[in-house]
């Protein structure tokens, strides 16, 4: 999953390290290894890696973690559109909005 990622500052977000309880399931559920858990506390360690799927709010149990007004807007669409563009050598992506 290295090498499927979204535009680098573009993904919204947020995450509350004090709500926090030390679960572990932003790092299992994340495809991006966006999280990972140290001292019992989650940090972010990729945030770039974020396309915002929304996994981790959905299973946070803690609601520490915030992605963007929609939960998750997708944009797995640009990750997935720039590989077959990239396979195909054409144009690269278009993110969900465009
Ligand atoms: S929104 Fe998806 S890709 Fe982004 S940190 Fe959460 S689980 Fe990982
Ligand atoms: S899922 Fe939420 S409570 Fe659990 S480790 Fe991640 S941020 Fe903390």
Redesign the pocket.
């Known amino acids: 999953m290295k090498n499927f990622r979204y535009i680098d500052g573009a993904?919204i977000?947020k995450f509350n390290q004090e709500a926090c309880i030390g679960c572990g399931m932003?790092a299992t559920?994340?495809?991006?290894r966006?999280?990972t858990l140290r001292h019992k506390k989650a940090e972010i360690v990729d945030a770039n890696?974020?396309?915002?799927?929304?996994?981790?709010?959905r299973n946070c149990p803690a609601a520490a973690?915030y992605?963007n007004p929609d939960n998750?807007c997708g944009c797995a669409a640009y990750i997935i559109n720039s590989w077959i563009a990239r396979v195909r050598k054409g144009a690269p992506g278009q993110c969900c909005g465009g």
């Open positions: 993904a977000l932003c559920v994340c495809p991006h966006v999280f890696g974020c396309m915002e799927c929304g996994a981790c709010a973690i992605v998750g």
